[in-house]
T-cell receptor, first 114, second 112 residues
Framework: DTAVSQTPKYLVTQMGNDKSIKCEQNLGHDTMYWYKQDSKKFLKIMFSYNNKELIINETVPNRFSPKSPDKAHLNLHINSLELGDSAVYFC?????????????FGPGTRLTVL | GEDVEQSLFLSVREGDSSVINCTYTDSSSTYLYWYKQEPGAGLQLLTYIFSNMDMKQDQRLTVLLNKKDKHLSLRIADTQTGDSAIYFCAETLRGGSYIPTFGRGTSLIVHP
């Protein structure tokens, strides 16, 4: 069974559009994350969220917003897409204070902005 | 500067040992990790070491931690073509959030 799933796997869209990426985890974890991986494979944390606290990387533009309908889901909304938003976006989850704080990653969503 | 640094590429011959190195700057690390990313996939935890340990061995993998030099290494014995991937070093900090700080990743290429 898939532990962390994301949809869609590929997303191609025009500049200026608004899009969403969905993420679900069935691990019962209390914390979820969004990461951005650029073309050079550099991985940058965008958001960390549990039911108590949202931690935002201050370098993330406010066009990006996480939305969590419940503990198992953390969706990523992006407004007014720009060329520089093209990247692979990974959702992840972990159990805060768990044995080793292991992060479980989804398969990624490759976003291409034209 | 970055908190966690790694060399970007490593090329080895199948059957040889691979050693991937990482340096970090914050001495208050609690855990140090090695994650593996295969092409087209997300990262997966390969192994980790608690900061009060010097070494951890798990089958073909050996992790060495030199706290004085803030240096972490991952040795893969008898490297196979299936080991070709990007390897990310990461750390979490004592008293900090649970969010790990990742290095830029080392691309390991294994050729016959």
């Amino acid at each position: 069974d898939t532990a962390v799933s994301q949809t869609p796997k590929y997303l191609v869209t025009q500049m200026g559009n608004d899009k969403s990426i969905k993420c679900e985890q069935n691990l019962g974890h209390d914390t979820m994350y969004w990461y951005k991986q650029d073309s050079k494979k550099f991985l940058k944390i965008m958001f960390s969220y549990n039911n108590k606290e949202l931690i935002i990387n201050e370098t993330v533009p406010n066009r990006f917003s996480p939305k969590s309908p419940d503990k198992a889901h953390l969706n990523l909304h992006i407004n007014s897409l720009e060329l520089g938003d093209s990247a692979v976006y990974f959702c992840a989850s972990s159990q805060a204070g768990g044995l080793n704080n292991e992060q479980f990653f989804g398969p990624g969503t490759r976003l291409t902005v034209l | 500067g970055e908190d966690v640094e790694q060399s970007l590429f490593l090329s080895v011959r199948e059957g040889d040992s691979s050693v991937i190195n990482c340096t970090y700057t914050d001495s208050s690390s609690t855990y140090l990790y090695w994650y593996k990313q295969e092409p087209g996939a997300g990262l997966q935890l390969l192994t980790y070491i608690f900061s009060n340990m010097d070494m951890k061995q798990d089958q073909r993998l050996t992790v060495l931690l030199n706290k004085k030099d803030k240096h972490l290494s991952l040795r893969i014995a008898d490297t196979q073509t299936g080991d070709s991937a990007i390897y990310f070093c990461a750390e979490t900090l004592r008293g900090g959030s649970y969010i790990p700080t990742f290095g830029r990743g080392t691309s390991l290429i294994v050729h016959p």
